[in-house]
């Protein structure tokens, strides 16, 4: 009895958080469309709504090759490919042998002096930097140097949230009809509640996993789930698609990502500098339901301590 009388008593002192609730969800295939239908409760637990269609081709379509980055198909694909360069163009005064196939492949350089070994060498570093970023911008990953300086692979997420956006253009008006008032806050939250709402599947190390467990921001609609970086990647191609001039960043930080918008600050909220700007930042993840400008402590104490990485997600020229 005793130690339930403390439970209660931490669980008391505990500052309320409300979490995410979706009410209801529904999809449905209707000639070329895919009609979803939500409904949820927001920050301020009040019901919300949202019906639109999406042509199925463009769900089952758009992104239809992504799948989690495998070490040995790029090792693969860059043997094969300096291979057939080296055989078509040599390098003069080399004498290239190949050893072994594919991902075992080997290359031994002979020539008359050092300086032309050392130059080959350099040249085929080169060619295999370039393969390497060929192959990972086919398959929509990039690297990325994390805030302890640790070189990794992951999703090309700005690049995926911004070749999404046009699949989001005829929500647009769907969104903006049901927000009361039309300022940037305002749809800001209804959008970050309609994402906070959607179930929340666990992000696995973006280090380590390199892209498993995340989805392109259509396909996280179809699932109904979404892990950090699935989710902010799909509020951020609906932002731009929302509002096609405020400048974006996507934040991230251990385990979970963050969204960060050029717009001004109210009271103390937490800002981070970019290229002179300030941003204020938001959660999409869920499940709690939080404002823009509300974050969670472990994100404040990430921020606040220089343990992130932030890549910038502005405006297209050409849109």
């Not at 080296?86 to 031994?108: M, R």
């Not at 640790?150 to 647009?172: C, T, Y």
Request: aromatic share 10%; charged share 20%.
């Amino acid at each position: 009895m005793k130690l339930l009388s403390i439970l209660v008593i931490l669980l008391c002192c505990l500052p309320f958080q409300l979490l995410a609730e979706q009410l209801n969800f529904t999809k449905k295939t209707i000639d070329d469309d895919v009609h979803f239908t939500y409904q949820w409760l927001d920050q301020a637990k009040q019901p919300q709504s949202m019906e639109f269609a999406i042509n199925k081709v463009q769900i089952f379509d758009h992104f239809r090759n992504f799948k989690s980055y495998q070490a040995l198909h790029t090792k693969q694909f860059i043997a094969q490919k300096l291979r057939k360069e080296l055989t078509k163009n040599p390098i003069p005064n080399v004498e290239i042998k190949f050893l072994g196939y594919a991902n075992n492949l080997q290359i031994e350089l002979k020539a008359e002096n050092q300086i032309d070994i050392d130059q080959a060498n350099q040249k085929i570093a080169l060619l295999e930097k370039e393969l390497m970023a060929e192959h990972l911008a086919n398959n929509f990953y990039t690297q990325f140097l994390s805030f302890d300086n640790s070189l990794s692979i992951k999703p090309d997420h700005v690049r995926i949230a911004n070749e999404s956006v046009m699949d989001f253009k005829p929500v647009k008006p769907i969104i903006l009809e049901n927000v009361s008032i039309q300022n940037v806050r305002k749809v800001s939250n209804y959008v970050l509640g309609f994402i906070q709402s959607i179930p929340y599947s666990t992000l696995e190390s973006r280090v380590t996993s390199t892209g498993a467990g995340f989805n392109p921001p259509l396909q996280t609609l179809w699932q109904n789930q979404g892990d950090c970086d699935s989710k902010v990647t799909l509020t951020a191609a609906i932002f731009r698609a929302l509002m096609p001039r405020i400048k974006m960043l996507m934040v991230f930080i251990d385990n979970h990502a963050l969204l960060a918008i050029n717009i001004p600050p109210e009271g103390d909220e937490l800002t981070i500098k970019y290229e002179d700007l300030d941003y204020i930042l938001a959660e999409p993840t869920g499940p709690a339901m939080m404002r823009v400008g509300e974050l969670a402590p472990e994100s404040e104490f990430a921020i606040r301590n220089g343990r992130y990485y932030a890549e910038a997600f502005f405006a297209e020229t050409s849109d």
